[in-house]
């Protein structure tokens, strides 16, 4: 009797009051109705966090499926994406590993050698300065052989990218895709790396973005694009028994000492090539910049506790690990395919995928690292040891809960939440998934001051734009040209910090009126390959006056706010016909400081042509759906 008065009590306690969850449980529980949040206020918050935007209708679509089994469908990552798979089903490149990349989608100078090397060009007949004959003989050497341009690759890369954001079903998996990728940033920019990113985040990201950390973490230290990018394909060692057999034989000291004389014949066939070659290899030697960024960037953070010598260890750890030769018809590649298992082992290659390690540059000295010895002889193996000491750390557990909750909660996140994501990842061997249930049942990502806290990338932006008007995306260049103008040029950040997570690094004035510019050219129809249908947003009927459909449209593009304020900030701009053209003096102005008063009238001019033409383009309802998409109000999250 006394347990079951004990269990009822319980219950009716549990069911007004607030009981601290198990942070490392499975079962997904959210604590919103104890921040006064209704189910269709909660529902927009996930949305608004777990996906890039809301879709008109889909407040109640997961209410009526329910909170949490809508997010355990999106942990599941299981939803059919048919629609979405026929849209990227031309994209031949998502299809291709990467030696069919390489080997198809060229850079310039690839597409030289090539031409030059099947006969397709001579040699002679280029020039730097006549630049559309150089184009000619590009574009003969490309017909000829059925290769591309690289960046025709770079297109495509964008536009998937672009499309699975706008139409995914499984929205959480492309939000996450995103936030890993630009935890472990790679760039179009390096050329070395360009022709790997696609497979990258394919192969190496989006795998795992549901699965343990240390399985992402060295997914992405074996990929040809993290290897080329940070360099560590050309951090190499002679300090091992290998080397110093090879420095001591007698035949291969004679072939080097031919090698070298030949340098001085200039009429040699072939001997710039082998000039380039030997000062390469002159040049190798121990490179940090991978082992720095794993450790600041990727695991432990700036504070996590580790020294230069650390780095230093560890860059030593990681020598020898490179790329595989992937070039048809290239000397590496031919040497690679001659050798059977037995001469790989013997010259103490490891080929895994794209990944080749090279235990002849391997440092097989002695290193400590962390306090923790390594012996140095377990080659390949001690790289991996290493890799997941990092992973297991407690300042990476810190570190990447904090990055998690900053992405997905707060630009400040408290401690307590810090803290038990920071066990869960202890206690789950970094499980993500585990984290992010861990996230929702938290107190504090249901907080009303954790909603619409956070400012939306661009990129976030204008997806949560094509998703809120319900467009039609036939050319997703075009998005990723207006991401561009505003700030985020997506895969080509350079620095291996990623974008970063923070309102004030996107947020300005010529920031916000690029946003306005974007709104008000997607409600306009102004976006080539974009199209919005607005009166079918609205049931097919069209407000009478601007304030109607400030009013109507507000509630459609930002569901679930109170918009009383944001109505009377945007009262005065619905009303004023010429709204267009001041953002776009006031943008241009903005970017241009010294702008005159013929600078202006020139802006003016080619924003609206014709006035009474152009008065007569812009309907009062679109300029008003512009005017919302572009507000303070839309760039939050």
């Not at 990447?400 to 990842?425: G, W």
């Not at 504090?444 to 995306?473: G, M, N």
């Not at 016909?577 to 008063?597: L, P, Q, T, Y």
Request: net charge positive; aromatic share 8%; charged share 25%.
């Amino acid at each position: 009797m006394w347990l079951k008065r004990s269990i009822a009590v319980f219950s009716l306690i549990a069911s007004t009051a607030f009981i601290p969850v198990d942070p490392y449980s499975s079962t997904i529980r959210m604590p919103y109705q104890q921040a006064g949040l209704s189910k269709e206020q909660a529902a927009a918050h996930l949305l608004n966090r777990f996906s890039f935007g809301i879709q008109p209708g889909q407040i109640d679509e997961v209410v009526k499926m329910g909170l949490e089994n809508w997010l355990q469908q999106q942990l599941e990552a299981s939803v059919p994406d048919t629609k979405l798979d026929k849209r990227l089903a031309d994209f031949d490149a998502l299809k291709m590993n990467n030696e069919e990349i390489v080997n198809h989608y060229l850079t310039p100078a690839q597409i030289i050698r090539l031409g030059i090397q099947q006969k397709i060009i001579r040699n002679d007949s280029l020039s730097n300065t006549d630049r559309e004959k150089y184009r000619q003989e590009l574009a003969k050497v490309m017909r000829a052989s059925g290769v591309k341009p690289v960046q025709e690759l770079h297109r495509q890369l964008v536009n998937q990218k672009v499309l699975r954001a706008v139409y995914s079903n499984n929205q959480l998996k492309e939000v996450l895709t995103d936030f890993w990728f630009n935890h472990f940033n790679v760039s179009l920019t390096k050329g070395q790396s360009q022709q790997y990113v696609m497979s990258y985040e394919r192969d190496a990201i989006r795998p795992h973005v549901f699965g343990n950390f240390k399985n992402m973490l060295l997914a992405t230290a074996k990929h040809p694009a993290m290897l080329e990018y940070l360099d560590n394909a050309l951090s190499v060692s002679n300090d091992n028994e290998r080397a110093r057999r090879q420095q001591n034989n007698a035949m291969l000291r004679a072939a080097r000492e031919r090698a070298e004389a030949r340098l001085n014949d200039t009429t040699m066939q072939g001997n710039a090539l082998l000039q380039q070659a030997v000062a390469a290899r002159r040049t190798q030697g121990l490179n940090e910049n991978y082992a720095r960024e794993v450790m600041e960037l990727h695991t432990m953070g700036v504070d996590g506790g580790y020294t230069q010598k650390d780095v230093t260890e560890l860059a030593r750890a990681l020598t020898g690990w490179s790329v595989r030769p992937m070039f048809k018809n290239g000397p590496a590649m031919r040497l690679i395919e001659n050798l059977d298992e037995v001469q790989l082992k013997r010259r103490g290659l490891i080929i895994d995928g794209d990944f080749l390690f090279r235990g002849d540059k391997h440092d097989e000295s002695e290193k400590i690292i962390l306090g923790k010895k390594y012996s140095g002889t377990d080659g390949y193996e001690e790289g991996v040891a290493v890799l997941n000491m990092l992973a297991s750390h407690v300042s990476t557990a810190k570190f990447i809960a904090t990055k998690m909750a900053i992405r997905f909660v707060s630009d400040e996140p408290s401690q307590a939440l810090i803290k038990a994501l920071t066990n869960t990842y202890q206690q789950t061997d970094g499980n993500i998934k585990a984290m992010i249930i861990a996230m929702v049942n938290h107190p504090d990502f249901w907080s009303k001051k954790a909603l619409r806290e956070k400012i939306k990338s661009p990129f976030e932006f204008a997806i949560s734009a094509l998703r809120a008007t319900k467009a039609q995306v036939m050319q997703p260049f075009q998005v990723f040209n207006w991401c561009s103008k505003m700030g985020q040029r997506v895969y080509y950040y350079q620095a291996p910090t990623g974008f970063p997570d923070r309102a004030n690094f996107w947020i300005n004035s010529g920031a916000l009126l690029n946003r306005m510019n974007f709104g008000l050219a997607l409600a306009t129809q102004k976006i080539p390959g974009v199209r919005v249908n607005l009166l079918a947003l609205n049931n097919d009927h069209e407000p009478e006056s601007a304030d109607e459909a400030l009013r109507a449209f507000s509630k459609i593009l930002l569901p679930e706010r109170d918009n009383e304020e944001n109505i009377k900030r945007l009262t005065a701009m619905v009303r004023d016909a010429n709204v267009e053209e001041k953002i776009a003096v006031a943008a241009a102005k903005a970017k241009n400081n010294n702008m005159d008063e013929e600078g202006e009238e020139e802006t003016r001019r080619q924003v609206t042509g014709d006035k009474e033409d152009y008065k007569k383009e812009i309907t009062s309802m679109a300029q008003v759906v512009g005017i919302i998409i572009g507000s303070p109000e839309f760039q939050r999250k």
